[in-house]
């Protein structure tokens, strides 16, 4: 079953407080990436990881770190979020050229 | 840069009535995937259809897009919308193919009855 999992769905964090948003995938996908939705934005990418230790920001990675060290599990690191990153965080895997599989996503709010 | 446009940020229209939604694009690279993204209320996008050949109609869903490379362009039609079409729709350009997806910012369609 091709599944990209998300921990949490829903987070509140304090400004300032550090956030780790987790995601899982069992397809095997060498490429992982975060995107943030927004209302009127749409999807923007935050980073892209070509496979473990092997990542690059996408458009909008200020404020955002990741952590690749499997395969299967790639991290989003929030250090002292701000209010301006509340947002719908979504992670998704696959290729360019076949199917993007997205994750249920994780709603932050930092207050 | 890769860039994705999208001109219509909402779209009404009545149960039955097509639907055109306009997408364009811009990159160097010569062999671009084009895809459409649909995602519903509550849940994550799923591909509805995608491309990379020129002047090919592609269909899924009753929904159909082609690539026209010549006009960078990727549009979606459906000739008779339903009102479970009620959603958000992206497209979305890989320019080179296995590189990062590069989103528009979206169509509302809302169908009413």
């Known amino acids: 079953d091709m599944k990209v999992t998300q921990m949490p769905r829903y987070l509140i964090k304090r400004m300032g407080e550090n956030v780790l948003l987790e995601c899982g995938q069992d397809?095997?996908?060498?490429?992982m990436y975060w995107y943030r939705q927004d209302p009127g934005l749409g999807l923007q990418l935050i980073y892209i990881?070509?496979?473990?230790?092997?990542?690059s920001e996408g458009d909008i990675p200020k404020g955002y770190r990741v952590s690749r060290k499997k395969r299967e599990h790639f991290s989003l690191i929030l250090d002292s979020a701000k209010t301006n990153q509340t947002s719908v965080y979504f992670c998704?895997?696959?290729?360019?050229?076949?199917?993007?599989?997205f994750g249920k996503g994780t709603r932050l709010t930092v207050v | 840069g890769d860039s994705v446009t999208q001109t219509e940020g909402l779209v009404t229209l009545t149960e039955g009535l097509p639907v055109m939604l306009n997408c364009t694009y811009q990159?160097?690279?010569?062999?671009?995937?084009l895809f459409w993204y649909v995602q519903h209320l509550n849940e994550s996008p799923r591909l509805l259809l995608k491309s990379f050949t020129d002047n090919k109609r592609t269909e899924h869903q009753g929904f159909h897009a082609t690539l026209h490379k010549s006009s960078s362009s990727f549009h979606l039609q459906k000739s008779s919308a339903q009102l479970s079409d009620s959603a958000l729709y992206y497209c979305a350009l890989s320019p080179q193919g296995g590189r990062a997806l590069i989103f528009g910012t979206g169509t509302t369609v809302s169908v009413s009855p």
């Open positions: 397809m095997s996908h060498e490429t």
């Open positions: 998704a895997s696959g290729t360019g050229t076949t199917e993007v599989f």
């Open positions: 990881s070509y496979d473990v230790d092997s990542n």
């Open positions: 990159t160097i690279y010569s062999n671009p995937f």
